[in-house]
């Protein structure tokens, strides 16, 4: 053939093939999501094989072999003993509580590791709901918004003194990221970051989590609050809140099966751009690959690649130090 064009020169070697490579994924990408409990040893997670619910101590150690990876940061997720829940979810603003002890550990630990933290009630909710509930006249369950973002911002300022370096809104209720602000800003924690979930959708795909922190909802949904897989466009308008509101990153939630989303999003704003590949998407591969179906390392590492050719900058993933090995 008498061809001009042929794109396969491009890709006649390894050290072609690594000149023209457009993506690189690097350990500094990923945050690591740990799952801690308030007990003195490590315990697996049934519904999340390869991942542990860490004591102070496990979690001390288990984020310093990661930062030694090269992982910049880590985000916590805390199992709250039934006992400590409650319809008010007290729990989460207590300054001594599992939380604001972790990140103290952390921190005093590891200077330089980004200490993020989750900013939502579900955990300590006995109704397992991200905010407050209240039961319409007809019985019907209603989340409250205004209500349960005051309490959100004595959550996130409970973190910021205890040392945290970013705080992640996940609730998805409205006017959060401004109101978490102000808060931080009045009470002199002007360098607290704030990491919002952007555009996190009502998704299946977080069944695995709920089930590390035995925290779904006890009845109906998050569909009032957390967003229709259907939509983009709405995902903008999130977006535009936010940037007024003051975050200084946003996310997208899950990452793999909203690439979409990730790639407009990046077109539409300037601020870094995080993508959480959540718990359904790690167990799609662990399972897959248990069962001698997928080559994990390779899959794990494509469908990191993807994410962040999509857009992301940061990605957050149970196989954070797996992938940071690998890529070593
Ligand atoms: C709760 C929260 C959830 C996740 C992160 N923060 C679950 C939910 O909204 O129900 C899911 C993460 C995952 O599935 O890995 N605010």
């Not at 396969?8 to 350990?27: F, G, Q, Y």
């Not at 542990?52 to 030694?68: F, I, M, P």
């Amino acid at each position: 053939m008498n061809l001009h064009q042929r794109p396969r020169r491009n890709r006649k070697s390894p050290a072609v093939r690594a000149m023209v490579r457009e993506t690189i994924l690097t350990p500094s990408d990923f945050v690591y999501p740990l799952f801690i409990h308030d007990l003195e040893e490590n315990e697996d997670i049934t519904s999340m094989p390869g991942c542990r619910r860490w004591s102070l101590a496990g979690l001390v150690k288990e984020a310093g072999e990661a930062h030694a990876l090269g992982i910049p940061g880590v985000i916590l997720f805390p199992a709250i003993d039934d006992d400590f829940k409650s319809s008010g979810a007290e729990e989460s603003v207590n300054p001594e509580g599992l939380v604001p002890r972790a990140v103290r550990a952390l921190k005093a630990a590891h200077p330089s590791l980004v200490v993020i933290t989750d900013v939502a009630l579900d955990p300590y909710n006995s109704d397992g709901q991200d905010g407050l509930v209240s039961r319409g006249e007809n019985g019907a369950l209603e989340i409250l918004n205004d209500e349960t973002v005051e309490v959100l911002c004595r959550q996130a300022l409970s973190h910021a003194e205890a040392g945290a370096d970013m705080v992640g809104p996940s609730d998805m209720m409205d006017g959060r990221v401004g109101a978490i602000r102000a808060a931080l800003d009045r009470a002199g924690h002007e360098q607290v970051s704030i990491l919002s979930y952007t555009a996190k959708y009502a998704s299946s795909y977080y069944g695995p989590f709920r089930g590390a922190l035995d925290s779904a909802p006890k009845e109906g949904d998050k569909k009032s609050y957390q967003m229709d897989p259907a939509n983009i466009r709405e995902a903008v308008r999130e977006l535009r809140l936010d940037e007024e509101e003051g975050a200084d990153m946003i996310m997208v939630k899950p990452a793999g099966p909203y690439l979409d989303v990730i790639a407009t999003l990046r077109e539409e704003t300037s601020l870094p751009l995080a993508a959480y590949q959540v718990s359904g998407e790690y167990l799609m591969i662990k399972s897959a690959s248990a069962a001698g179906w997928l080559d994990e390392k390779a899959v794990v590492l494509e469908s990191l690649l993807g994410i962040k050719r999509a857009g992301a900058d940061v990605i957050l993933t149970y196989f954070a130090k797996e992938a940071a090995r690998e890529l070593a």
